[in-house]
């Protein structure tokens, strides 16, 4: 096996064919990650939500991580590192154009909504929340046989 480092295009190719990544994030000292439904446009990673822990964290500190891999095998994978900030589109006084670009993207994955919107037993989530990571820097590696 043979594993080598990505361009930033192979990178970015990743994560256009990506439909869930896993989200990190802290608060405090404490790390949590998240698998996430996604789209990317080439700067930026668009999600929904609703609202729950992730989202609370991710107000309290937007710096983030998101991962995506392409698994074939034990020795034969991709693994892209999204790096980058939280911003919320949902809320009225932000970025209009990005909450378009949001809709628009994740509007060509049939049932994008339905992760995030599920209810967790015994909790009821009523607020629905549209974000983007915008990237701020990408690495990756693929290993080959």
Request: proline share 5%; net charge neutral.
């Amino acid at each position: 096996m043979r594993v080598h480092e990505l361009s930033r295009t192979e990178c970015t190719d990743v994560l256009s064919r990506a439909q869930i990544a896993r989200l990190a994030c802290t608060r405090g000292n404490e790390p949590y990650i998240v698998p996430i439904y996604v789209a990317f446009d080439g700067e930026a990673l668009y999600g929904f939500s609703t609202l729950g822990q992730k989202i609370v964290w991710l107000r309290e500190n937007p710096r983030v991580c998101a991962e995506v891999e392409e698994i074939v095998d034990g020795r034969e994978w991709t693994t892209v590192l999204a790096f980058g900030r939280y911003e919320e589109l949902s809320r009225p006084h932000e970025d209009r154009e990005g909450l378009v670009r949001a809709e628009a993207l994740l509007a060509k994955r049939p049932m994008f909504w339905q992760p995030g919107a599920a209810k967790v037993e015994g909790q009821e989530h009523a607020v629905p929340v549209l974000y983007r990571i915008a990237v701020e820097r990408i690495t990756g590696r693929r290993a080959v046989r």
